[in-house]
C-alpha cells in the first residue's frame, strides 16, 4: 500500500479546509485508516480514524470541527476541517494499519491556521 497526501495549506482561524490522501496497492489487509499531526516541538498525534467496522475516533479538541470520510470509488480517505484554529497548525500525515504488517505513511503536508 501507497499513500499519496497533496494539499495542506495556510487558512485563517475559524475557516475549512480538507485533506486527502489517495490509497494506491493492494488493500485487502487494510483495517483502519487514520490522520496525524505533528506541532512544532511537540509529539506526533492522532486526530482521526476509522476501521473496517465502521468504527470512528476522534482526538478531544477536534471533536465537532473535524470529520474523516472515505470515497471507495476514489480510493480517497479524507480529513475535513472546519473552524479550524491556530492550534490546528501542524504537519498531518495519513496512515493506514494492515493486518501483519507495518503501518505505512503519507509524506505529511503542512496545514498552517493564521489567527
Known amino acids: 500500500v501507497q499513500l499519496q497526501a497533496p494539499g495542506g495549506g495556510l487558512v485563517q482561524a475559524g475557516g475549512s479546509l480538507r485533506l486527502s490522501c489517495a490509497v494506491s496497492g493492494r488493500t485487502s489487509s487494510t483495517y483502519a485508516w487514520a490522520w496525524f499531526r505533528q506541532a512544532p516541538g511537540k509529539e506526533r498525534e492522532l486526530v482521526a480514524s476509522?476501521?473496517?467496522?465502521?468504527?470512528?475516533d476522534y482526538e478531544d479538541s477536534v471533536k465537532g470541527r473535524f470529520t474523516i470520510s472515505s470515497d471507495n470509488v476514489r480510493r480517497t480517505f479524507y480529513l475535513q476541517m472546519n473552524d479550524v484554529k491556530p492550534e490546528d497548525t501542524g504537519l498531518y500525515f495519513c496512515?493506514?494499519?494492515?493486518?501483519?504488517?507495518?503501518?505505512?505513511w503519507g509524506q505529511g503536508t503542512q496545514v498552517t491556521v493564521s489567527s
Open positions: 476509522f476501521n473496517r467496522g465502521g468504527e470512528t
Open positions: 496512515n493506514v494499519k494492515e493486518y501483519l504488517r507495518e503501518a505505512v
